[in-house]
């Protein structure tokens, strides 16, 4: 069936250094790729999304990417602060079904 | 504009007891879910509904049933609560999808449920 798979499962990065969490995905037919920040005891909040007929999206310090033909999609972020450490998903979706990864556990270190 | 909300926040059940959760959203979205979320597995589908009277199965429905008699609530209820329900349950709506595209979920604050 569909599958979502996300690595890594933990990220360790000192801080000012950059993140990147992979995905890779099985349904074909997924035109929508969002990315998720959760943290502790909070509900997941998006914190950026790409659709298919896009390559690459940027927001801030923030930026996605999607390659189809590979079915894996990538978030990237710079320049990392303390802020940022928290709980990571990513989603695959197609016809307002979604499947998510596990999560990236992403501690950043003054 | 609430967003989308749960109750209760949190519930201690008995095994063998049964207890609905409510969601509700006032943001006029079609589409309605129920997750759940466990360590190291991220969320998972329960149900879903496209529209006022409809649900659906997703990906682990067994033990749970839905009822979307109005089209801002979403009911998720366990007849008979099982260790195996201790969970955080999260609710999301989103807009209706058109030609197979998604669009974005909005996520409820969360339900955390203990069954001993």
């Known amino acids: 069936g569909e599958n979502v798979e996300q690595h890594p499962s933990t990220l360790s990065v000192q801080e000012g250094d950059s993140a990147v969490i992979k995905c890779t995905y099985s349904d074909s037919a997924s035109n929508y790729f969002p990315w998720y920040k959760q943290e502790l005891g909070k509900r997941p909040q998006l914190i950026i999304d790409i659709r298919s007929n896009v390559g690459e999206k940027k927001d801030q310090r923030i930026a996605v990417t999607l390659n189809k033909t590979a079915k894996h999609f990538s978030l990237h972020i710079t320049e990392t602060q303390p802020e940022d450490s928290a709980v990571y998903f990513c989603a695959a979706s197609s016809w307002g079904k979604f499947q998510f990864g596990a999560g990236t556990q992403v501690v950043v270190t003054p | 504009n609430a967003g989308v909300t749960q109750t209760p926040k949190f519930r201690v059940l008995k095994t063998g007891q049964s207890m609905t959760l409510l969601c509700a959203q006032d943001?006029?979205?079609?589409?309605m879910y129920w997750y759940r979320q466990d360590p190291g597995m991220g969320l998972r589908l329960i149900h879903y509904?496209?529209?006022?009277?409809?649900?659906a199965k997703g990906e682990v429905p067994d033990g749970y049933n839905v009822s979307r008699l109005k089209k801002q609530n979403f009911l998720l209820g366990l007849e008979s609560a099982a260790p195996s329900q201790t969970s955080v349950y999260f609710c999301a709506s989103s807009e209706a999808t058109a030609s197979g595209l998604s669009e974005t979920q909005y996520f409820g604050p969360g339900t955390r449920l203990l069954v001993l």
């Open positions: 509904s496209v529209g006022e009277g409809t649900t």
């Open positions: 943001m006029n979205h079609e589409y």
